[in-house]
T-cell receptor, first 114, second 111 residues
Framework: GENVEQHPSTLSVQEGDSAVIKCTYSDSASNYFPWYKQELGKGPQLIIDIRSNVGEKKDQRIAVTLNKTAKHFSLHITETQPEDSAVYFC?????????????FGKGTHLIIQP | EADIYQTPRYLVIGTGKKITLECSQTMGHDKMYWYQQDPGMELHLIHYSYGVNSTEKGDLSSESTVSRIRTEHFPLTLESARPSHTSQYLCASYSGAGGYTFGSGTRLTVV
């Protein structure tokens, strides 16, 4: 099955700076990579995703990049704001063995310092 | 606007009690999932379903059970709650395209 590694586990940045969270995956057949944001007391919410036929995708201050050869993908948040403080999860779609579904990274706690 | 609902949001219950955590979705999704989230944030898949009358165990062994009698309803039951079951439980559904939709979770405390 798929294995997703996520780094760092905690990231603290100054408000206005950029934040980057990195993930690697093991199954070269995975073709869908979503990112989730989980705020305190809530369930994870999809914020951006990318498919394997695309190298980069951007939505306002957030962007995701995918390197299929190296099997890694990253979330980039620019001009960070206090409301960006949350736990972020990367995931990869695993269609082989076990549950046909997403395999999640362990999460990154992003802290925006005022 | 959440289309997947979990109740209760918070539950404190004594050891040995039987409990059912409710999860309902109004989107007609076939695939549904239950995750247990530990204080360290990590999401552990404990049960999933591909549709009515389909239930499977996930990666993390769990003493809970699930049922899927109706497409929109995927309840999780603990026959005899223990302090080790204290955790956040998240339900999710999948349309077949895009990512999962998660509920807001149930925070369970067993005393």
């Amino acid at each position: 099955g798929e294995n997703v590694e996520q780094h760092p586990s905690t990231l603290s940045v100054q408000e206005g700076d950029s934040a980057v969270i990195k993930c690697t995956y093991s199954d070269s057949a995975s073709n869908y990579f979503p990112w989730y944001k989980q705020e305190l007391g809530k369930g994870p919410q999809l914020i951006i995703d990318i498919r394997s036929n695309v190298g980069e995708k951007k939505d306002q201050r957030i962007a995701v990049t995918l390197n299929k050869t190296a099997k890694h993908f990253s979330l980039h948040i620019t001009e960070t704001q206090p409301e960006d403080s949350a736990v972020y999860f990367c995931a990869a779609w695993d269609s082989g063995g076990g549950a046909d579904g997403l395999t999640f990274g362990k999460g990154t706690h992003l802290i925006i310092q005022p | 606007e959440a289309d997947i609902y979990q109740t209760p949001r918070y539950l404190v219950i004594g050891t040995g009690k039987k409990i059912t955590l409710e999860c309902s979705q109004t989107m007609g999704h076939d695939k549904m999932y239950w995750y247990q989230q530990d204080p360290g944030m990590e999401l552990h898949l404990i049960h999933y379903s591909y549709g009515v009358n389909s239930t499977e165990k996930g990666d993390l062994s769990s003493e809970s059970t699930v049922s899927r009698i109706r497409t929109e309803h995927f309840p999780l039951t603990l026959e005899s709650a223990r302090p080790s079951h204290t955790s956040q439980y998240l339900c999710a559904s999948y349309s077949g395209a895009g990512g999962y939709t998660f509920g807001s979770g149930t925070r369970l405390t067993v005393v």
